[in-house]
């Protein structure tokens, strides 16, 4: 009988069991283009179960994807490969998250710094992930918190409700729960993960809607935040927050945001007591492409001077 029948296309992974050969291909990529900075918004601190930078430059995301959980990597080299019933999704969509759709040359710099940040930052492109859900959950846990008190409580409760990722990925990485799994964790782990019960509950309601907000990936970015913020608790940070990385937006600018608008404003004007409307006055003249210039102040490091210690977390675990 050897021979009869080809070997079944399979690898074992790190965890044990079998999962179906990682479809592998190279992935046309600009040659400038840096991984870091592109998809370094989906990262949500070092720990983040769902992304990991090996030592040899590869980045790896774990993500829940219309066809189930996936894994996906992609080297230096321009060469991806993903596992699971995921996978095939992630790597049909894979130009689009290292910002194939994306044109950096709409944006006109203005101003000095931003000239100069542009010119050292080529690499960058802004990502477009097509997933609605997996932005959204971490942006509502960064609501009115510390953000190391929302990474921390992102991590625990993906380790805790997620799964491991498909294929042979590092140690430690999981994919985020399911929209039902989201929906089903019970009150007291929210609180053990110091998420308070507003930001918990607009969570809780934003899972029970997935299928509906998930369709905003496909909307016109004004059209989808207006479809993000019909979920009580999901306002106008949080929503651009989110669709900033699904839909790729260059225009959607964060307001409402603690320190953004005077860096802003300290940047363009050396104006550090700077708000909302002072910042979207300043980034006027970048209409189409104000996401983008605010990423580039972000990047160039002209931040003003701190006057007053970090804010202290808060922790309601021992309540």
């Known amino acids: 009988m050897a021979g009869r029948f080809p070997p079944r296309a399979t690898r074992t992974t790190t965890r044990g ?14 040659p ?22 090996t030592v040899d430059g ?3 995301r774990a993500s829940r994807t219309p066809d189930g959980a996936g894994t996906v990597r992609v080297g ?23 910002g194939a759709e994306d044109d950096p040359g709409a944006f006109v710099p203005r101003h000095k710094l931003l ?17 609605v859900l997996e932005s959204l959950i971490p942006s509502v846990l960064e609501q009115k918190v510390t953000t190391d008190e929302a990474y921390r409580s992102w991590r625990v409760l993906v380790r805790k409700y997620g799964e491991p990722a498909p294929g042979p990925a590092p140690d430690g990485m999981y994919v985020m729960p399911d929209a039902r799994g989201w929906a089903l964790i019970p009150s007291w ?7 308070d019960g507003k930001r918990s509950a607009t969570v809780v309601r934003a899972a029970r809607v997935a299928a509906r907000l998930e369709e905003a990936a496909l909307m016109p970015p004004a059209e989808a935040r207006k479809r993000l913020e019909l979920v009580p608790g999901v306002g106008a940070w ?10 790729g937006a260059p225009d959607e600018v ?7 608008p005077g860096i802003v404003g300290w940047a363009l004007a050396g104006d550090r007591t700077a708000d909302d409307a002072a910042m979207l006055e300043l980034l006027a003249p970048y209409a189409g492409q104000r996401h983008r210039a605010a990423r580039l102040i972000l990047l160039s490091g002209r931040v003003p001077p701190r006057r007053a210690p970090r804010m202290t977390p808060g922790d309601i675990t021992g309540l």
Request: net charge positive.
């Open 17 to 30: 069991g079998h999962v179906p050969v990682p479809a592998s291909a190279p992935v046309d990529i600009h």
């Open 32 to 53: 400038d283009l840096d991984l870091g900075l592109t998809l370094g918004p989906l990262r949500r601190g070092h720990g983040d179960p769902t992304f990991r930078v």
């Open 58 to 60: 590869s980045v790896w």
């Open 76 to 98: 230096r080299g321009g060469r991806a490969e993903a596992w699971g019933p995921g996978g095939g999704w992630l790597m049909a969509r894979l130009p689009a998250l290292l």
């Open 115 to 131: 000239a100069l940040t542009h010119r050292a930052r080529r690499g960058l492109r802004l990502t477009r992930t097509g997933l």
């Open 189 to 195: 782990e929210w609180h053990r993960a110091n998420v």
């Open 238 to 247: 949080t929503s651009a927050e989110t669709i900033q990385r699904s839909n």
């Open 254 to 260: 964060t307001t409402g945001d603690l320190h953004l």
